[in-house]
């Protein structure tokens, strides 16, 4: 038998979904919701609504006021017991006299893991934890992974027809997926820290790679825009190094920086694998800058490239219903991939109707 109840899963639900919230403004900190129920009433509410303000625990403690004594909190993530940019949420819980509190997962990271939880037994509150800890993991996904492993979410964005082409022969590819589609890419960006590119794609499509909806960009910040550019060809009229926001040039060998006439423009140097820069050192660096989650939009070669050595967290398909033939350009190239034995199994986790398109999220499948 389950120690949480319905009702405790209805109010962790509805602190997770408060958590949502700081999606796109608490980067690089963790999205947290709390709820505080005293006599199975919501007497406050709050959510980490940006990095360096308060954190959902004292947002909900200040929403309650005087009815959070005896209280029940309900967090998606363990209380810091730190000082940091903020005082420790484990005081100002156990100063506003709450009597239980319930969390969805310990926070890994080695300022706190477990010593929130601790200093809140100590006090002789009843803490919980575990509850619908799989979705707050999944909500974290990025921050987790920064924490433990010291790399960010990789999150591979394809936008293809339904037989898996990105363009014509020709280079002919706008465009291939609806409004709707690219509207929604909006929003990947935005909850991202990084958006990854080639230089190929630089050269041969000029993007953007940005965040222009309007009502996103007046909640969030344009992500850091990162160009895998072995040999530095990266041309100085780029129309990425002339908007809003910082861009990330990564060669290999010792080269001269450049003229890019923009202060928010680096170019550093990395070692190489067979002549390219080795991404791997280039995803270490971006967990040092504190990028959580990195969105790839590039060319096959590098979509084929991280596949192939497992650097990939999660796929993000758009595909469009129509059927552009032969004459055209696959969203992958594996050269080394010869026999089925090769291939890579997908775990979809989310399939649904993006205007006339398909948005499939999918995560690879561990091996047997």
Same mark, same amino acid.
């Given at each position: 038998?389950?120690?949480?109840?319905?009702?405790?899963?209805?109010?962790? =639900?509805?602190?997770?979904? &408060?958590?949502? #919230?700081?999606?796109?403004?608490?980067?690089?900190?963790?999205?947290?919701?709390?709820?505080?129920?005293?006599?199975?009433?919501?007497?406050?509410?709050?959510?980490?609504?940006?990095?360096?303000?308060?954190?959902?625990?004292?947002?909900?403690?200040?929403?309650?006021?005087?009815? =959070?004594?005896?209280?029940?909190?309900?967090?998606?993530? !363990?209380?810091?017991?730190?000082?940091? /940019?903020?005082?420790?949420?484990?005081?100002?819980?156990?100063?506003?006299?709450?009597?239980?509190?319930?969390?969805?997962?310990?926070?890994? @990271? +080695?300022?706190?893991?477990?010593?929130? $939880?601790?200093?809140?037994?100590?006090?002789?509150?009843?803490?919980?934890?575990?509850?619908?800890?799989?979705?707050?993991?999944? &909500?974290?996904?990025?921050?987790?992974?920064?924490?433990? /492993?010291?790399? %960010?979410?990789? #999150?591979? /964005?394809?936008?293809? +027809?339904?037989?898996?082409?990105?363009?014509?022969?020709?280079?002919?590819?706008?465009?291939?997926?609806?409004?709707?589609?690219? +509207?929604?890419?909006?929003? &990947?960006?935005?909850?991202?820290?990084?958006? &990854?590119?080639?230089?190929?794609?630089?050269?041969?499509?000029?993007?953007?790679? @940005?965040?222009?909806? /309007?009502?996103?960009? +007046?909640?969030?910040?344009?992500?850091?825009?990162?160009?895998?550019?072995?040999?530095?060809?990266?041309?100085?009229?780029?129309?990425?190094?002339?908007?809003?926001? =910082?861009?990330?040039?990564?060669?290999?060998?010792?080269?001269?920086?450049?003229? $890019?006439?923009?202060?928010?423009?680096?170019?550093?140097?990395? %070692?190489?694998?067979?002549?390219?820069?080795?991404?791997?050192?280039?995803?270490?660096?971006?967990?040092?800058?504190?990028?959580?989650?990195?969105?790839?939009?590039?060319? %096959?070669?590098?979509?084929?490239?991280?596949?192939?050595?497992?650097?990939?967290?999660?796929?993000?398909?758009?595909?469009?219903?129509?059927?552009?033939? @032969?004459?055209?350009?696959? $969203?992958?190239?594996? %050269?080394?991939?010869?026999?089925?034995?090769?291939?890579? !199994?997908?775990? $979809?986790?989310?399939?649904?109707?993006?205007?006339?398109?398909?948005?499939?999220?999918?995560?690879?499948?561990?091996?047997?």
């Amino acid at each position: 038998m389950s120690e949480f109840s319905e009702k405790d899963c209805a109010y962790m =639900a509805r602190a997770l979904r &408060l958590a949502e #919230r700081g999606r796109l403004t608490a980067h690089p900190n963790p999205v947290v919701g709390c709820v505080l129920v005293n006599n199975d009433e919501i007497v406050g509410e709050g959510w980490h609504e940006r990095t360096g303000e308060a954190h959902a625990e004292v947002n909900a403690l200040q929403s309650a006021g005087k009815k =959070a004594r005896g209280a029940t909190a309900y967090v998606t993530l !363990e209380p810091c017991a730190h000082h940091g /940019k903020t005082p420790p949420c484990t005081d100002a819980l156990i100063d506003a006299g709450i009597g239980k509190l319930i969390a969805a997962m310990v926070d890994p @990271n +080695s300022q706190v893991a477990g010593s929130g $939880f601790k200093r809140l037994v100590q006090a002789g509150i009843d803490v919980r934890q575990g509850l619908m800890q799989d979705v707050a993991t999944n &909500l974290n996904c990025g921050f987790l992974k920064r924490v433990t /492993k010291g790399r %960010p979410y990789v #999150r591979l /964005k394809i936008a293809c +027809s339904i037989d898996g082409a990105i363009a014509m022969a020709s280079g002919e590819s706008q465009w291939i997926t609806g409004p709707e589609a690219r +509207s929604d890419v909006q929003r &990947l960006r935005a909850r991202s820290g990084a958006i &990854l590119t080639g230089i190929g794609t630089v050269l041969a499509d000029d993007p953007s790679l @940005n965040v222009r909806d /309007k009502q996103i960009t +007046s909640r969030s910040r344009q992500p850091l825009r990162v160009v895998l550019d072995s040999g530095l060809r990266m041309p100085q009229s780029a129309r990425m190094l002339s908007l809003p926001g =910082a861009t990330l040039i990564c060669c290999v060998g010792k080269r001269a920086s450049g003229d $890019f006439g923009s202060s928010n423009t680096e170019v550093m140097s990395f %070692p190489d694998v067979d002549g390219r820069v080795n991404v791997d050192t280039v995803l270490e660096e971006l967990a040092n800058r504190s990028v959580n989650e990195v969105l790839v939009e590039a060319g %096959p070669k590098l979509l084929g490239n991280m596949l192939d050595r497992s650097l990939v967290d999660e796929l993000v398909i758009y595909q469009a219903p129509h059927i552009m033939g @032969n004459q055209t350009r696959g $969203f992958v190239e594996t %050269p080394g991939w010869t026999s089925l034995t090769d291939r890579r !199994e997908l775990q $979809f986790v989310d399939v649904r109707r993006i205007g006339r398109d398909t948005r499939m999220t999918a995560t690879l499948k561990s091996p047997d």
